[in-house]
């Protein structure tokens, strides 16, 4: 039963992170790995304040167009090429508390699977109206709302002939510096998912599992966008002692 | 109440600049600023400090993509957002490493020793997260300060079995004001990263 006192974060300490629901560092078939993972164990203490408190940001931050990335990098009338769609999910945290006020932040290629990037080498075009970031900030019961183009997937230099399936990054801030997240979203159905080193970095079928939306299709807007759902767990602390008292008063 | 596994990590990938910098990667008018880019924003108390360094990988070359994000207190020890904490400090940083020789730079405030949960301060620090094409899970570090004397009762500092490793998380005092904290992923001088 859903009440005010359970979604107030508790003041213990925030759980460990388990390996198992993250990528290895070291997975030689995504080449740039091999000499960017960390060798040695890392080092194991209970968070402190320094990863308990995190930068908060406000919606007052936020422009009108921050989190439509349809149209908030042309001229006024004119929007990204590609499927619209709308991406919309829930930032909780392990114990199931809704995360308010989380800050994410996306990026993405554009419908044709070009980024806009001084790096970038594909022969895909760029879109004079996608600019390809965007940004929203969680509201009280930890749900957000972006609208974009569906990207396309790409190619990439590691093996041979490798494709990425389309994807949209994601950064995220949640109340405390521990939680602090960046990853991917790809769409149901995509037959590159089992194929992409970078999916495969994660073991766990399940893990991945939990990066791919699903078409959402009661959320979708008729006559204009399809919807995909993609919810977000992010660690959490634990109660200490005085407040599991307080519960079991 | 139920367990929910967290969101598996996936790389930041090469273009991480678009999402989090995008000022910085030529993608203008979107945001009017990015991110994390003053630390500084008024009056702020406290010694002016700048931390920079590199990011290098197991072949010692440094990595001109990174992205490295910081979290401090101010000089009173406060965290933004605790009460009393400097309004003209906001304890953030992000920073697009540059892109011909990977520097990474704050400008910020040397911070003060902060609490410890179980009594006792930990040393000035400030906390730095990596992320980079080819790190799959963001590699979160902290910064102290060799001249600190501090140092020497940091009960994080204690916990770090092998000694010669401490000094990898020992920022070096180049200049009057100015600190260098070199990472490194991998190799004989390897950085301490954390899991906390
Ligand atoms: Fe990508």
Same mark, same amino acid.
């Given at each position: 039963?859903?009440?005010?006192?359970?979604?107030?974060?508790?003041?213990?300490?925030?759980?460990?992170?388990?390996?198992?629901?993250?990528?290895?560092? =070291?997975?030689?078939?995504?080449?740039?790995?091999?000499?960017?993972?960390?060798?040695a164990a890392p080092l194991s203490f209970p968070s402190t304040i320094s990863e308990e408190t995190g930068p908060v940001f406000g919606h007052s931050m936020l422009g009108p167009l921050d989190g439509d990335l349809l149209r908030n990098f042309g001229p006024q009338d004119q929007t990204a090429i590609g499927p619209r769609i709308i991406v919309h999910g829930r930032v909780q945290d392990q114990f199931?508390?809704?995360?308010?006020?989380?800050?994410?932040?996306?990026?993405?290629?554009?419908?044709?699977?070009?980024?806009?990037?001084?790096?970038?080498?594909?022969?895909?075009? =760029?879109?004079?109206?996608?600019?390809?970031?965007?940004?929203?900030?969680?509201?009280?019961?930890?749900?957000? @709302?972006?609208?974009?183009?569906?990207?396309?997937?790409?190619?990439?230099?590691?093996?041979?002939?490798?494709?990425?399936?389309?994807?949209?990054?994601?950064?995220?801030?949640?109340?405390?510096?521990?939680?602090?997240?960046?990853?991917?979203?790809?769409?149901?159905?995509?037959?590159?998912?089992?194929?992409?080193?970078?999916? /495969?970095?994660?073991?766990?079928?399940?893990?991945?599992?939990? =990066?791919?939306?699903?078409?959402?299709?009661?959320?979708?807007?008729?006559?204009?966008? =399809?919807?995909? /759902?993609?919810?977000?767990?992010?660690?959490?602390?634990?109660?200490?002692?005085?407040?599991?008292?307080? @519960?079991?008063? | 109440?139920?367990?929910?596994?967290?969101? *598996?990590?996936?790389?930041?990938?090469?273009?991480?600049?678009?999402?989090?910098?995008?000022?910085?990667?030529?993608?203008?008018?979107?945001?009017?600023?990015?991110?994390?880019?003053?630390?500084?924003?008024?009056?702020?108390?406290?010694?002016?400090?700048?931390?920079?360094?590199?990011?290098?990988?197991?072949?010692?070359?440094?990595?001109?993509?990174?992205?490295?994000?910081?979290?401090? *207190?101010?000089?009173?020890?406060?965290?933004?957002?605790?009460?009393?904490?400097?309004?003209?400090?906001?304890?953030?940083?992000?920073?697009?490493?540059?892109?011909?020789?990977?520097?990474?730079?704050?400008?910020?405030?040397?911070?003060?020793?902060?609490?410890?949960?179980?009594?006792?301060?930990?040393?000035?620090?400030?906390?730095?997260?990596?992320?980079?094409?080819?790190?799959?899970?963001?590699?979160?570090?902290? *910064?102290?300060?060799?001249?600190?004397?501090?140092?020497?009762?940091?009960?994080?500092?204690?916990?770090?079995?092998?000694?010669?490793?401490?000094?990898?998380?020992?920022?070096?005092?180049?200049?009057?004001?100015?600190?260098?904290?070199?990472?490194?992923?991998?190799?004989?001088?390897?950085?301490?990263?954390?899991?906390?």
């Amino acid at each position: 039963m859903p009440d005010k006192t359970n979604n107030t974060p508790p003041k213990g300490g925030y759980a460990a992170r388990l390996p198992a629901n993250h990528p290895v560092a =070291l997975y030689p078939p995504y080449r740039t790995s091999v000499k960017r993972s960390p060798q040695a164990a890392p080092l194991s203490f209970p968070s402190t304040i320094s990863e308990e408190t995190g930068p908060v940001f406000g919606h007052s931050m936020l422009g009108p167009l921050d989190g439509d990335l349809l149209r908030n990098f042309g001229p006024q009338d004119q929007t990204a090429i590609g499927p619209r769609i709308i991406v919309h999910g829930r930032v909780q945290d392990q114990f199931g508390r809704p995360v308010a006020g989380a800050l994410l932040e996306v990026w993405q290629a554009n419908a044709g699977g070009r980024y806009r990037h001084v790096k970038e080498g594909y022969i895909a075009p =760029l879109d004079p109206n996608f600019g390809g970031c965007g940004r929203v900030i969680t509201d009280a019961d930890g749900r957000y @709302e972006l609208r974009t183009v569906k990207p396309g997937p790409y190619p990439w230099p590691n093996g041979p002939n490798d494709w990425r399936p389309a994807h949209i990054h994601f950064s995220v801030f949640g109340a405390g510096f521990a939680q602090r997240l960046i990853t991917q979203m790809y769409f149901e159905g995509d037959p590159l998912i089992p194929l992409c080193p970078i999916v /495969r970095t994660i073991n766990d079928a399940a893990a991945v599992a939990r =990066l791919i939306a699903p078409l959402d299709k009661p959320h979708t807007l008729p006559m204009d966008a =399809l919807a995909y /759902r993609f919810d977000i767990t992010l660690r959490g602390r634990r109660q200490t002692l005085f407040e599991n008292r307080m @519960e079991g008063l | 109440m139920n367990d929910f596994p967290e969101t *598996a990590s996936q790389t930041a990938g090469p273009y991480v600049h678009i999402g989090c910098t995008p000022n910085f990667a030529g993608i203008n008018g979107v945001y009017p600023d990015d991110l994390g880019a003053k630390m500084i924003t008024g009056a702020a108390n406290g010694t002016r400090i700048t931390l920079l360094g590199q990011v290098f990988d197991g072949t010692g070359t440094p990595l001109r993509d990174a992205m490295v994000e910081a979290w401090q *207190a101010d000089a009173n020890g406060l965290y933004a957002g605790q009460p009393e904490a400097d309004l003209h400090f906001t304890g953030f940083g992000r920073c697009a490493c540059d892109p011909v020789d990977g520097t990474f730079r704050f400008e910020t405030v040397r911070p003060a020793a902060v609490p410890w949960p179980q009594g006792g301060m930990q040393a000035p620090h400030i906390t730095i997260w990596i992320v980079a094409r080819g790190i799959n899970l963001g590699l979160h570090t902290r *910064a102290y300060f060799e001249d600190a004397p501090e140092n020497d009762s940091d009960p994080v500092l204690g916990r770090i079995e092998h000694r010669n490793r401490v000094r990898t998380l020992l920022a070096q005092r180049e200049e009057e004001s100015t600190y260098r904290f070199n990472i490194h992923l991998q190799g004989a001088g390897e950085t301490m990263f954390f899991d906390v």
